[in-house]
């Protein structure tokens, strides 16, 4: 039983990986980048032959439907610059975040949730009530708890998402 709130947020992340973890090792080559519908945002070749994921800076209407290998993307870029923020080293550019193509993504995935582990791990209660910005901006009012909290929700959701993606490929 988790005695604290830390504990509680690492059993909270370690069921959240479990379930995530089910679906991610059952992903074969060509889930990745299964388009489900005719509108899509997904990651394309780029001309330097990196992946580039589809983006916008404002919500359009309609809303895409993201592919697997665009979800896997997006985790790994809010993951990567959290940890950013976390190691306290300067954030990474969504850009700069490239998508390793669909044999890597596993290891990918794997090395920032160790990553993500050791933080965890490495926080005090009182680490817990220092300020964080991240995602939320200078102006919110959250904590380190709050971000770790975010994290958990944001790895869930994305979770269902692409469980939901691969089970519906699969019925095809």
């Given at each position: ?51 580039i994921p589809d983006w916008s800076d404002t919500e359009p209407d309609p809303i ?109």
């Open positions: 039983m988790p005695t604290s709130r830390r504990d509680l947020l690492r059993w909270q992340f370690d069921l959240t990986w479990a379930l995530f973890d089910l679906h991610l090792r059952e992903l074969v080559p060509d889930d990745y980048r299964w388009e489900p519908a005719p509108l899509v945002w997904t990651v394309r070749p780029g001309p330097d032959g990196s992946w895409p439907v993201p592919t697997i290998a665009w979800l896997t993307w997006h985790i790994g870029w809010w993951w990567s610059v959290t940890l950013d923020h976390a190691e306290g080293s300067p954030a990474r550019d969504r850009g700069d975040v490239h998508w390793p193509g669909e044999e890597q993504v596993p290891d990918w995935l794997d090395d920032l949730c160790d990553r993500w582990r050791t933080r965890l791990d490495s926080y005090t209660e009182a680490d817990l009530d220092a300020p964080a910005a991240f995602p939320w901006g200078e102006d919110a009012d959250n904590t380190i708890a709050h971000t770790a909290a975010w994290v958990n929700a944001e790895l869930m959701k994305n979770a269902a998402e692409i469980g939901q993606l691969r089970l519906l490929r699969a019925a095809r």
